[in-house]
Nanobody
């Protein structure tokens, strides 16, 4: 079993930046791809970004392209989501997820493990 813990959320003004972290533990395999999703109140869960097991491939949702960047450390234990130029529309709970496959995916149902989420609030 894999455990994922997100951190780095908080309150930030519009135009500001935050960096989220996702730490994997337990039976965590280095060949798992990782993704970030978010969910705002009353809205469906939305794909944000995904990174392959080796960091060679990344993908982003249309609403965050050019503003967010996903990366992972060399040990493949921690995945980061750098969020820049934040707007009120980025306010949501952000979830980290891993899938038992090496490649990226935009589909939430393809992920097998989920963290509990971290709240990001952007004030306008």
């Amino acid at each position: 079993q894999v455990q994922l813990v997100e951190s780095g959320g908080g309150l930030v003004q519009a135009g500001g930046s935050l960096r989220l972290s996702c730490v994997a533990s337990g039976r965590a395999f280095a060949t798992y791809a990782t993704g970030w999703f978010r969910q705002a109140p009353g809205k469906e869960r939305e794909f944000v970004a995904s990174i392959s097991w080796d960091g060679a491939n990344t993908g982003y949702g249309d609403s965050v392209k050019g503003r967010f960047s996903i990366s992972r450390d060399g040990a493949k234990i921690t995945v980061y989501l750098q969020m820049n130029s934040l707007t009120a529309e980025d306010t949501a709970v952000y979830y980290c997820a891993q899938r038992r496959a090496p490649g990226i995916s935009y589909e939430y149902h393809s992920y097998d493990y989920w963290g509990k989420g971290t709240q990001v609030t952007v004030s306008s």
